[in-house]
């Protein structure tokens, strides 16, 4: 025994294989219920031990004498000593263990068969086995104390527990794999004797610590880098973790960097009860991780997905287990560890979410956050996991760790130009990860490997999570597409199944197939679908099928010439725009889905026909008083497919009620009544808001009032059809989830109206209304004449009698008309009714010729604030319409004012002018001109006048054909009150038109 104690006490070594990463996979047969499971894998991790290429370690198989003895030699480190020669006669310079034989034989592990000879190739029996490992362990001297071989070895092992968890059927038998790992893990930790020269003494060195240089640890898991517990109060540094033992309140730090470059592995553990191996050669060195071993130290867990959530209160969380049976489990309250999104949430910490409806920050307590998201149906409920983990194994959660994801879809892979994630489904929706950002970081996995942002392609689906304080992203990528038919819809809509597997379908879902495909999903339907780690459905393409073109039918009837052969009119654009046609139906022909007889395609047309047709109850808008549309009782849009000159299918409306949207190509539904809508750049609006808007995609059918008038059906483009800022009759339908309609019927004579808008001239009644005939309408109108902006003088005629009735000359007006140039929708500017007053001697505020009189700004005065300021308005409100330039600055778009003239510069070309009137000051009338406005008179500008008896405006000077020019104004430098007193019509700063009042 003096040879083993003195090369124990003079050379300890480390095996350098144990130093390594450890990567084990469990063996196919020893599973859970194997008593040496937890020796197994021990050893295996610490490199003492492997299995069989085939994933196997045959923990029934045997071991022979020369293995074991390699086992015992490589524990101590003596794995590269060599020999020339043997002491067994047995074992010859060949044998492949030769040089361990030999070390364990001069060591004293060993001492052969009695007869000079070791039978290295025979089972090592279990007795043989224990005396082995009692003589590495220095206890040879109490064995033989008590008794001889084997029987004092048997009973020293038994004392020293290396035969704990061994199952044997004699010590004389062979000693099979499992035993022997069991026995060599419970020597591991067994404190080593050691001779001193006299004596054999007791020490603290192990085979683990000591020999393997490892150290074991079992605690709680509390901080890895900035991943942290309530119970970690200490900052971690990079690639370094903590872990809590059980015996001690003294975190114990551990370097990580050789194990692993990636935290989650680590990560994964936090809040778990763990046993780890480290290497630390001496206690001023770090200490290494070697292994976590997470096979034989067991965490109470609970995994839940979002949708077995139940409810969250008095920390206390109910849920469904994977039976759907309602359980409850407690939470601690005091010391429970609460991780959202990767990161810790402390105990006393308000937590600040932003409600995803209102986009409003809102606050709460710790405990009230953890209602919020644990609860459904919430403004706040997860779409996540969560994992509930008792570390102390007394039915109370220690620590919750939430994962709550948003989703996007890449677009395309991201470059390092900028590292984004432009997001497919959403317009404008992006992630940023850049991997030398100092403000966050993250970890990207797809198929459970890390990857990096570039490594992310197009249609990969993503959930991510983002820390509350946004330092930090989670990231689980896939790329899973499932293709088939739909064969069942479930009744709440949220789920399909395709190929006998049922699939939940996101809400993006959904809406993506609407605005791309134009679809709803339902039974039937085929597609690719592409699922996120949740098993739902984020988006899909649906299989293209032929679009059933719009038509509008103008009759059905029976051709008794053809044996009864049904037919009807059409204006079916796809087969020929320039007129509606007849088309005879096929004998079989598929209505609404259904194949039905042709024959009863009259009834049903006729059924359907008193579904549309808003344009009646309009009539005297759209057409003129007492107009009405002639119908035919088939008149209806619908979608027809005509081949080969018949008429194979027709889909028509089912109800006259509006729908919100109809995204399916293979319906029509009516989404927008017939109403006069102003139109803007593709939108339409009603009352102010938008309604809808059309695309290149929109078919625009324009239906005549005579239905019967083949040759009036037109389909138009967006660009032929309407002009911004005018206003037309439509009805809309098949609006899409994204507003868009996929038809528009345009009625009126062609269906538009140009109304008044900011670039609208005002106008200058020149002479009173008359009554004429009109022949476009058929009746008596009213005809008047006008100056509007720097143009001649322009006669129009008026949509009805009434509305232009009680015009005056001199009165500033704006109006709209159609494209029969029908005067409507007047709109009075200023009257000059309230001129003339002034102009009579009223006074304001003690002034003559005062043009600063206010008025109280309300709907019926158009918000104006003066009644001889006009201004036009942004729409509804009393805010300006403005215009800007660096020459003009910022000034009314458009503008009717009325001033005083206080000088004309003729050789500049411009007037100032004035609003504020003539004040006496001792019996003389003179103008305050301090506050003036300049304005530029150019040779576009129309200088007018009224005449001296006020029936009518002239463009002349008094008495002759010369035209008004900017000579023939008077300023009050030199006439006094008698000035010119003028009225202003501007645009965008500039003066289109003078009138000159009298």
């Given at each position: 025994?003096?040879?083993?104690?003195?090369?124990?006490?003079?050379?300890?070594?480390?095996?350098?294989?144990?130093?390594?990463?450890?990567?084990?996979?469990?063996?196919?047969?020893?599973?859970?219920?194997?008593?040496?499971?937890?020796?197994?894998?021990?050893?295996?991790?610490?490199?003492?031990?492997?299995?069989?290429?085939?994933?196997?370690?045959?923990?029934?198989?045997?071991?022979?004498?020369?293995?074991?003895?390699?086992?015992?030699?490589?524990?101590?480190?003596?794995?590269?000593?060599?020999?020339?020669?043997?002491?067994?006669?047995?074992?010859?310079?060949s044998h492949w263990a030769k040089n361990y034989i030999q070390t364990?034989?001069?060591?004293?592990?060993?001492?052969?068969?009695?007869?000079?000879?070791?039978?290295?190739?025979?089972?090592?029996?279990?007795?043989?086995?224990?005396?082995?490992?009692?003589?590495?362990?220095?206890?040879?001297?109490?064995?033989?104390?008590?008794?001889?071989?084997?029987?004092?070895?048997?009973?020293?092992?038994?004392?020293?527990?290396?035969?704990?968890?061994?199952?044997?059927?004699?010590?004389?038998?062979?000693?099979?794999?499992?035993?022997?790992?069991?026995v060599l893990y419970n020597a591991l930790e067994i404190p080593i004797?050691?001779?001193?020269?006299?004596?054999?003494?007791?020490?603290?060195?192990?085979?683990?610590?000591?020999?393997?240089?490892?150290?074991?640890?079992?605690?709680?898991?509390?901080?890895?880098?900035?991943?942290?517990?309530?119970?970690?109060?200490?900052?971690?540094?990079?690639?370094?973790?903590?872990?809590?033992?059980?015996?001690?309140?003294?975190?114990?730090?551990?370097?990580?960097?050789?194990?692993?470059?990636?935290?989650?592995?680590?990560?994964?553990?936090?809040?778990?009860?763990?046993?780890?191996?480290?290497?630390?050669?001496?206690?001023?060195?770090?200490?290494?991780?070697?292994?976590?071993?997470?096979?034989?130290?067991?965490?109470?867990?609970?995994?839940?997905?979002?949708?077995?959530?139940?409810?969250?209160?008095?920390?206390?969380?109910?849920?469904?287990?994977?039976?759907?049976?309602?359980?409850?489990?407690?939470?601690?309250?005091?010391?429970?560890?609460?991780?959202?999104?990767?990161?810790?949430?402390?105990?006393?910490?308000?937590?600040?979410?932003?409600?995803?409806?209102?986009?409003?920050?809102?606050?709460?307590?710790?405990?009230?956050?953890?209602?919020?998201?644990?609860?459904?149906?919430?403004?706040?409920?997860?779409?996540?996991?969560?994992?509930?983990?008792?570390?102390?194994?007394?039915?109370?959660?220690?620590?919750?760790?939430?994962?709550?994801?948003?989703?996007?879809?890449?677009?395309?892979?991201?470059?390092?130009?900028?590292?984004?994630?432009?997001?497919?489904?959403?317009?404008?929706?992006?992630?940023?990860?850049?991997?030398?950002?100092?403000?966050?970081?993250?970890?990207?996995?797809?198929?459970?490997?890390?990857?990096?942002?570039?490594?992310?392609?197009?249609?990969?689906?993503?959930?991510?999570?983002?820390?509350?304080?946004?330092?930090?992203?989670?990231?689980?990528?896939?790329?899973?597409?499932?293709?088939?038919?739909?064969?069942?819809?479930?009744?709440?809509?949220?789920?399909?199944?395709?190929?006998?597997?049922?699939?939940?379908?996101?809400?993006?879902?959904?809406?993506?197939?609407?605005?791309?495909?134009?679809?709803?999903?339902?039974?039937?339907?085929?597609?690719?679908?592409?699922?996120?780690?949740?098993?739902?459905?984020?988006?899909?393409?649906?299989?293209?099928?032929?679009?059933?073109?719009?038509?509008?039918?103008?009759?059905?009837?029976?051709?008794?010439?053809?044996?009864?052969?049904?037919?009807?009119?059409?204006?079916?654009?796809?087969?020929?725009?320039?007129?509606?046609?007849?088309?005879?139906?096929?004998?079989?022909?598929?209505?609404?889905?259904?194949?039905?007889?042709?024959?009863?395609?009259?009834?049903?047309?006729?059924?359907?026909?008193?579904?549309?047709?808003?344009?009646?109850?309009?009539?005297?808008?759209?057409?003129?008083?007492?107009?009405?549309?002639?119908?035919?009782?088939?008149?209806?849009?619908?979608?027809?497919?005509?081949?080969?000159?018949?008429?194979?299918?027709?889909?028509?409306?089912?109800?006259?009620?509006?729908?919100?949207?109809?995204?399916?190509?293979?319906?029509?539904?009516?989404?927008?009544?017939?109403?006069?809508?102003?139109?803007?750049?593709?939108?339409?609006?009603?009352?102010?808001?938008?309604?809808?808007?059309?695309?290149?995609?929109?078919?625009?059918?324009?239906?005549?009032?005579?239905?019967?008038?083949?040759?009036?059906?037109?389909?138009?483009?967006?660009?032929?059809?309407?002009?911004?800022?005018?206003?037309?009759?439509?009805?809309?339908?098949?609006?899409?989830?994204?507003?868009?309609?996929?038809?528009?019927?345009?009625?009126?004579?062609?269906?538009?109206?140009?109304?008044?808008?900011?670039?609208?001239?005002?106008?200058?009644?020149?002479?009173?209304?008359?009554?004429?005939?009109?022949?476009?309408?058929?009746?008596?109108?009213?005809?008047?004449?006008?100056?509007?902006?720097?143009?001649?003088?322009?006669?129009?005629?008026?949509?009805?009698?009434?509305?232009?009735?009680?015009?005056?000359?001199?009165?500033?007006?704006?109006?709209?008309?159609?494209?029969?140039?029908?005067?409507?929708?007047?709109?009075?500017?200023?009257?000059?009714?309230?001129?003339?007053?002034?102009?009579?001697?009223?006074?304001?505020?003690?002034?003559?010729?005062?043009?600063?009189?206010?008025?109280?700004?309300?709907?019926?005065?158009?918000?104006?604030?003066?009644?001889?300021?006009?201004?036009?308005?942004?729409?509804?409100?009393?805010?300006?319409?403005?215009?800007?330039?660096?020459?003009?600055?910022?000034?009314?778009?458009?503008?009717?004012?009325?001033?005083?003239?206080?000088?004309?510069?003729?050789?500049?070309?411009?007037?100032?002018?004035?609003?504020?009137?003539?004040?006496?000051?001792?019996?003389?009338?003179?103008?305050?001109?301090?506050?003036?406005?300049?304005?530029?008179?150019?040779?576009?500008?129309?200088?007018?006048?009224?005449?001296?008896?006020?029936?009518?405006?002239?463009?002349?000077?008094?008495?002759?054909?010369?035209?008004?020019?900017?000579?023939?104004?008077?300023?009050?430098?030199?006439?006094?009150?008698?000035?010119?007193?003028?009225?202003?019509?501007?645009?965008?700063?500039?003066?289109?038109?003078i009138v000159i009042y009298n």
């Open positions: 025994m003096k040879k083993l104690t003195a090369i124990l006490t003079s050379l300890i070594m480390t095996l350098s294989v144990i130093c390594q990463t450890s990567v084990f996979a469990a063996f196919s047969d020893v599973g859970d219920d194997n008593t040496y499971k937890d020796a197994i894998t021990t050893l295996t991790k610490l490199k003492v031990i492997d299995g069989y290429e085939d994933g196997t370690f045959k923990p029934d198989g045997q071991i022979t004498r020369a293995e074991f003895t390699k086992l015992i030699v490589f524990i101590l480190g003596y794995k590269d000593l060599a020999y020339d020669s043997s002491d067994f006669t047995d074992v010859d310079a364990a034989y001069n060591l004293g592990i060993i001492a052969g068969m009695g007869d000079g000879t070791f039978a290295p190739d025979a089972p090592v029996t279990y007795e043989q086995a224990l005396k082995m490992v009692v003589c590495t362990l220095g206890y040879v001297q109490f064995a033989e104390n008590l008794g001889e071989w084997p029987e004092g070895f048997i009973k020293q092992a038994n004392t020293l527990d290396l035969t704990k968890k061994v199952n044997s059927t004699g010590y004389s038998e062979g000693a099979t794999r499992g035993m022997i790992a069991q004797y050691e001779n001193n020269g006299y004596n054999w003494v007791a020490t603290e060195k192990t085979l683990m610590q000591d020999y393997l240089k490892v150290k074991k640890l079992k605690g709680t898991l509390v901080g890895v880098e900035d991943y942290l517990t309530e119970d970690c109060k200490q900052d971690l540094n990079e690639s370094e973790m903590a872990i809590l033992p059980n015996d001690s309140s003294d975190l114990v730090k551990i370097d990580f960097s050789e194990f692993t470059s990636n935290v989650t592995d680590i990560s994964k553990y936090l809040g778990n009860t763990i046993t780890v191996y480290y290497e630390q050669l001496t206690d001023k060195d770090d200490r290494k991780l070697i292994i976590i071993d997470d096979e034989t130290t067991k965490n109470s867990e609970i995994k839940l997905d979002y949708e077995d959530l139940n409810s969250f209160s008095g920390n206390s969380l109910k849920y469904y287990d994977s039976s759907s049976k309602l359980k409850t489990v407690k939470l601690k309250e005091d010391e429970l560890t609460v991780r959202y999104n990767g990161k810790l949430v402390a105990k006393n910490e308000t937590v600040t979410l932003t409600n995803p409806t209102t986009k409003q920050e809102e606050t709460f307590s710790r405990e009230e956050a953890l209602e919020q998201w644990l609860t459904p149906d919430t403004d706040y409920t997860i779409y996540g996991d969560v994992k509930l983990t008792d570390n102390g194994d007394d039915g109370t959660i220690d620590m919750i760790q939430i994962n709550n994801y948003d989703t996007i879809v890449a677009y395309a892979t991201p470059t390092t130009t900028d590292y984004r994630i432009t997001d497919k489904l959403v317009t404008g929706n992006y992630l940023i990860l850049d991997p030398q950002a100092s403000d966050y970081t993250y970890t990207i996995t797809k198929n459970g490997s890390e990857i990096p942002v570039t490594s992310i392609s197009a249609n990969d689906v993503i959930l991510y999570t983002k820390s509350l304080d946004g330092s930090y992203y989670t990231l689980l990528v896939t790329n899973n597409p499932v293709k088939g038919s739909i064969t069942s819809i479930g009744s709440n809509g949220d789920k399909m199944t395709i190929g006998g597997k049922s699939y939940k379908i996101g809400s993006k879902c959904e809406a993506y197939i609407n605005d791309k495909d134009g679809k709803t999903l339902k039974t039937g339907v085929s597609g690719t679908f592409y699922l996120d780690a949740f098993n739902t459905a984020v988006f899909g393409t649906l299989e293209q099928t032929a679009v059933i073109p719009y038509a509008y039918i103008t009759n059905a009837f029976i051709d008794r010439d053809e044996g009864g052969k049904i037919y009807i009119t059409a204006y079916a654009p796809t087969v020929s725009a320039s007129s509606a046609s007849s088309y005879p139906v096929k004998d079989k022909v598929k209505f609404n889905g259904a194949s039905i007889k042709s024959e009863l395609i009259i009834d049903k047309l006729k059924a359907s026909a008193d579904y549309t047709n808003d344009d009646t109850e309009l009539a005297d808008q759209i057409y003129g008083a007492g107009k009405t549309p002639t119908l035919t009782g088939f008149s209806q849009p619908a979608r027809v497919t005509i081949t080969n000159g018949e008429v194979t299918q027709i889909v028509a409306l089912t109800s006259d009620a509006l729908q919100t949207q109809n995204d399916d190509k293979e319906q029509i539904a009516k989404c927008k009544a017939a109403d006069k809508y102003t139109y803007s750049s593709n939108s339409f609006s009603l009352n102010g808001k938008t309604a809808f808007s059309i695309n290149s995609s929109t078919v625009v059918l324009y239906v005549p009032a005579d239905r019967t008038q083949r040759e009036k059906y037109a389909k138009k483009t967006a660009s032929s059809a309407f002009t911004t800022g005018d206003t037309y009759y439509v009805e809309a339908y098949d609006i899409s989830s994204s507003k868009v309609a996929g038809l528009l019927v345009l009625y009126g004579n062609d269906g538009t109206l140009t109304s008044v808008k900011k670039d609208t001239n005002f106008s200058i009644v020149s002479t009173l209304p008359e009554s004429v005939y009109n022949e476009v309408k058929d009746d008596s109108v009213l005809q008047f004449s006008v100056f509007a902006g720097s143009n001649t003088e322009k006669a129009w005629t008026t949509y009805d009698r009434t509305e232009f009735a009680d015009v005056q000359v001199g009165d500033v007006i704006q109006f709209a008309y159609d494209s029969d140039q029908l005067a409507q929708g007047r709109i009075n500017n200023i009257k000059f009714a309230d001129i003339a007053e002034v102009l009579d001697g009223k006074t304001y505020d003690g002034k003559k010729f005062n043009w600063e009189e206010e008025q109280d700004p309300t709907e019926d005065n158009n918000y104006q604030k003066y009644k001889f300021d006009y201004r036009f308005k942004k729409n509804g409100t009393d805010e300006d319409e403005v215009y800007n330039s660096t020459s003009t600055g910022t000034v009314p778009y458009s503008r009717a004012c009325m001033y005083n003239i206080s000088q004309v510069l003729t050789d500049e070309k411009k007037i100032y002018v004035t609003k504020t009137g003539f004040e006496n000051v001792d019996g003389t009338y003179t103008l305050d001109d301090s506050d003036y406005e300049e304005i530029t008179v150019n040779a576009s500008t129309k200088i007018v006048r009224m005449d001296e008896d006020r029936d009518e405006i002239s463009r002349y000077v008094d008495n002759t054909t010369t035209d008004l020019s900017i000579n023939d104004l008077k300023d009050a430098k030199n006439y006094g009150e008698d000035c010119s007193k003028v009225l202003v019509c501007s645009s965008k700063g500039t003066a289109k038109l």
